[in-house]
């Protein structure tokens, strides 16, 4: 049997013909152990493990065997569950979930093998015990120096080689593979000292690490400060001469206010004018072309702009984003990918100072590009390439040119997609541009006289007098239009060709981008660079900030459901919104625990970190028992507060009235106290996206429609019942008679229906938003409009919109036509149409095929909604980076993107070969304890199932019911014995299966 000149044990996007699958990785670590001595190289990814792997065996004598470790191999228990795994003398132990040794006083945390990771562990091992050495080459910050400890500790490693790669190029990687250097302990210590600190705030506090606290606070506060701003009107003036605008500027040498004057209660200096309405209209010049303007002032100065510097983590990510409209996953998603690919190098970094050689390569690319003359002073700090910014890699002694990107890639045989090469050239030009001369420009400001009514207006220009770095690189913002002023001079009398006034509005302060937000987590110094990706993630897998993503990895569903938000709410996608749940989260931490939203803690905690990593004596031990102290203080706090106070989401404009906003597992509802009794109601979906509209007024007319007597639209004629007009979570819908009445309907509305503005309370009445006549209409909905090719043709409106029902088939209806009036001829259009473009798509088929995992191909399919991947019955989405090149995606992304896709698909009973006669004896486990709803569903669900003619409406209508019951005690109370009675029953099946298992 030949074998391979060398062995990747692994998956690769990039040296396919080398893949191993999973079923064959014990027969290849075989081999290798029978054959010719090997080393053993560990990192962390599949495709980086390809990459090396060829480069350490070109032209080699010795064999290398690399591996990836696919990230972390040791964890925390994450489950309850999973703490069977801990020593047998923990198991039991009253923190032995938090997986932290509290009766220690060095905190000592319990590690397990990440289940998952068990199998590839003993691969690990069996290939370790063959090795004639072991390199440990993961990551070179503090996760990946924890990881190689951690594999260290697993693989029970006497002697083993630490190396980190910059940049995978073949140079760069045998050059390092000759400096191997000892496991950096105080990175590993203060990697675990965060983990620690983030497990104990996480089980205690927040299921999020303590620097997403303090993150989330932000967005929560500028949220707040929006809902506080006043808005103020102020008016401006602009005079158009023939080279171009100039603006009021001073009346009476009185400065004129601007919108930078107003603070955030409407205020404005003293010494300033408004100009109002009436003062605009007042010290208007004249507009007939008589007035006269005079040239008091032309000043020009010069400006040096400084070259920006590389890029390091944050500032990569701000760039990405504005520029090229990704997010910061996105982002550091697509620098993982150029950097396992060779072409940067490592993107976690906070190092702004190029090595003596990359600078060198950057100046020699400036003079083969522009000349010596754009070549800057180097007087740049030199780093010793241990830590660099990001940067190209540097191939053969030379940057690749982002145009030879793609050649070179598929030389190779890569393949990057566009936006990846949008990517590199921003590094690129980046790095080139650091090197390079200061940018000059020529600032001239213009000052103008109005005779006519003794003001100034003022006007400016910017013109480039050198180009210096900008000739490659030219910064986010845009550059002003320049402005003519050469043949102008002091004295001259201009003739305006146009004065005109303008009504202006000032604004709140903009919500925060991912790019802002990073630059302000780095202003504050909250978390690291190499976090902040991990931090927004956090946010909106947990539902604390607002997101146009539909996964529900993480706990999402849940997490989405008690914020009020589905997956159709209309999220804006570039804005981190908070919603109400992170609203009651940042109250209750600003009361009783008002240093976990403290910036400068959250700084100080992060410096403390990086002195632990630096050893510079900081006490560990210490600094976590004082953390740990003052967090149980804090829960201390919260269990002695109100039940409701907790679960507040105190709104400014809900301050001081009647009614207030609660959140609970089933989402956010409305709450007041009347006559003695407790009024609730689920808060409608669209004002948990906008908090704009959470205002008494509206709240109060939402319970009045519930709990008050409510007059009835109109009778309808048809069926006698009276027609309703309520409002629930979902939205605005009709109520045809009452429940459990022969011909009770319900009708979803259109959100316009909800439109806060025109529906609010009288006095003691309602004012509906929608007439009888109209009501009428709508709840003959859905209604037939006739047969095409013999199948009856529905218009209706769902939860979705409008749409048209053919068969089993639903259209949506354009926004342009009525529901109401469309008729059979414009359905027939729309389904037409709508068949033919579905039929193009699914005509195009399977448009690439990227590779073979667990022994399927995964493929690049088209279908009705647009392009996705597929492997076996698995869909997936198309990662962002690879939309506009799905052929490119690289096979690690893709597995991933299917392995996600796969944690949220209902779980399925698998038959696996286990010891049955071992399980046969473990007696089956007590059902989990029903909810209140539950007792209350089975004792009136015969009582209403006659009523329905599907179990879908009997169920709906139980949920009506449920919603209305005002008293649930009964129902509370069965639901708390049954739970009582199921930890008792849980105890007693883990002594008798414990028992089982030890004999």
């Not at 040794?101 to 093998?113: A, E, K, Q, R, V």
């Not at 400036?366 to 002073?377: H, P, W």
């Not at 069926?719 to 009770?744: C, I, M, N």
Request: proline share 5%; glycine share 4%.
């Amino acid at each position: 049997m030949n074998f391979q000149r060398y062995v990747v044990v692994g998956f690769s996007n990039v040296f396919s013909r080398h893949l191993v699958l999973s079923r064959t990785r014990r027969m290849y670590a075989k081999i290798a152990s029978e054959n010719d001595p090997f080393s053993l190289v560990i990192v962390e990814s599949p495709a980086k493990a390809g990459t090396i792997a060829k480069y350490l065996n070109a032209n080699s004598e010795h064999r290398y065997v690399v591996h990836a470790s696919m990230g972390h191999v040791r964890d925390l228990p994450q489950s309850a569950r999973q703490t069977n795994l801990l020593p047998a003398k923990f198991r039991d132990s009253k923190w032995a979930t938090l997986g932290i040794d509290l009766d220690s006083s060095t905190f000592d945390p319990m590690y397990i093998t990440l289940p998952d990771k068990i199998k590839h562990v003993r691969e690990l091992q069996d290939l370790s015990k063959s090795a004639e050495e072991v390199i440990l080459a993961t990551d070179e910050d503090r996760e990946g120096e924890a990881i190689s400890w951690h594999l260290s500790q697993l693989l029970k490693l006497k002697n083993f080689k630490r190396v980190t790669f910059t940049e995978i190029t073949a140079e760069h990687v045998r050059k390092q593979m000759l400096k191997p250097r000892s496991l950096d302990m105080n990175l590993v210590n203060a990697q675990e000292c965060r983990r620690i600190l983030d497990r104990l705030a996480g089980y205690q506090m927040s299921p999020a690490r303590t620097s997403s606290n303090m993150a989330l606070a932000l967005i929560v506060k500028r949220e707040i400060e929006r809902l506080n701003y006043v808005r103020s009107a102020y008016n401006s003036i602009t005079a158009t001469f023939s080279f171009g605008e100039a603006r009021l500027h001073s009346v009476n040498d009185t400065v004129v206010a601007t919108s930078t004057d107003f603070d955030a209660d409407g205020n404005y200096p003293s010494n300033t004018l408004l100009l109002t309405n009436e003062l605009a209209n007042k010290y208007l010049p004249p507009t007939d072309g008589s007035s006269k303007f005079t040239i008091s002032e032309l000043k020009s100065s010069p400006r040096r702009s400084k070259p920006p510097k590389p890029f390091i983590t944050s500032s990569f990510q701000r760039e990405c984003s504005s520029k090229l409209g990704f997010n910061v996953g996105d982002a550091m998603r697509g620098a993982q990918i150029l950097y396992e690919q060779g072409y940067i190098t490592y993107m976690r970094t906070d190092s702004d100072t190029l090595s003596k050689d990359a600078t060198m390569l950057a100046q020699f690319t400036v003079q083969k590009k522009f000349g010596d003359e754009f070549l800057g002073s180097n007087t740049n700090r030199v780093s010793d390439g241990a830590h660099e910014p990001i940067r190209p890699a540097i191939w053969e002694g030379e940057f690749i040119d982002p145009l030879r990107l793609i050649e070179h890639s598929r030389k190779n045989g890569g393949q990057l997609s566009p936006k990846l090469v949008q990517m590199y050239e921003l590094v690129y030009e980046r790095t080139i541009a650091s090197v390079m001369a200061d940018m000059v420009t020529n600032i001239t400001s213009l000052s103008i006289n109005s005779d006519d009514v003794n003001a100034q207006f003022r006007t400016s220009t910017s013109i480039v007098v050198d180009r210096g770095y900008s000739a490659i690189y030219q910064s986010s913002k845009e550059a002003q239009e320049s402005k003519n002023f050469d043949e102008l001079a002091i004295g001259d009398v201009l003739c305006a060709i146009n004065v005109t006034t303008r009504e202006h509005t000032t604004s709140p302060p903009s919500r925060f981008s991912e790019a802002s937000f990073v630059k302000e987590l780095e202003r504050l110094g909250i978390g690291r660079p190499s976090t902040y990706a991990q931090v927004i993630h956090t946010l909106k897998a947990r539902a604390y900030v607002q997101s146009s993503s539909k996964s529900s990895t993480d706990g999402g569903i849940v997490a989405r459901r008690a914020s009020g938000i589905s997956e159709n709410s209309k999220v804006p996608k570039h804005s981190l919104i908070p919603t109400l749940t992170s609203l009651a989260v940042c109250t209750l931490l600003s009361e009783q625990a008002p240093l976990y939203v403290n910036a400068e803690f959250t700084s100080e905690m992060e410096k403390t970190l990086d002195y632990i990593a630096s050893n510079d004596g900081t006490d560990r031990n210490l600094f976590l028992k004082r953390y740990h102290e003052e967090l149980n203080q804090f829960v201390e706090q919260v269990m002695m507060a109100p039940d409701d106070s907790s679960r507040q989401a105190r709104l400014p404009l809900l301050e001081g009235s009647n009614v207030e906003v609660l959140v609970g597992p089933w989402g956010p509802y409305v709450q007041r106290l009347q006559n003695n009794e407790t009024q609730t109601i689920p808060l409608p979906e669209t004002l948990a996206v906008n908090w704009t509209q959470i205002t008494p007024s509206y709240l109060n007319a939402l319970l009045d429609l519930k709990y008050n007597e409510q007059e009835a639209l109109g009778i309808d004629p048809e069926t006698g019942l009276p027609l309703y007009f309520k409002v629930a979570r979902y939205g605005a819908y009709l109520q045809l008679g009452e429940k459990g009445e022969d011909g009770y309907k319900t009708q979803t509305l259109p959100p316009s229906f909800e439109t806060y503005d025109v529906f609010e309370s009288e006095e003691d009445s309602v004012k509906m938003p929608i007439s009888f006549d109209e009501a009428l209409l709508y709840i003959r909905l859905p209604r037939t409009l006739g047969t095409y090719n013999g199948n009856e043709c529905v218009a209706g409106f769902g939860r979705y919109g409008p749409y048209i029902r053919y068969e089993k088939s639903f259209f949506s209806i354009p926004s342009d036509q009525c529901l109401l009036k469309i008729e059979l001829e414009e359905a027939i259009e729309i389904i037409v149409n709508s068949a033919e473009k579905s039929k193009k798509n699914w005509n195009k088929g399977v448009l690439a095929e990227l590779g073979r995992m667990e022994g399927d191909m995964i493929k690049v399919k088209s279908g009705r909604f647009g392009t996705y991947l597929n492997w076996r019955k698995v869909n997936a989405k198309i990662p962002t980076l690879f939309l506009d090149a799905p052929e490119a995606i690289p096979l690690s992304e893709a597995w991933s993107a299917i392995q996600e896709k796969i944690k949220i698909l209902p779980t399925r009973s698998k038959s696996k070969k286990r010891n049955q006669s071992a399980i046969a004896k473990l007696p089956p486990a007590p059902k989990r304890p029903l909810s209140a709803y539950f007792h209350y569903s089975a004792e009136m669900r015969p009582l209403v199932k006659d009523k329905c003619k599907t179990i879908g409406e009997t169920s709906k209508l139980l949920g009506q019911m449920w919603a209305d019951e005002k008293d649930k005690s009964k129902w509370d109370d069965l639901a708390a014995k049954s739970k009582v009675n199921y930890k008792e029953d849980l105890k007693k099946w883990k002594d008798k299966c414990n028992e089982l298992m030890g004999s």
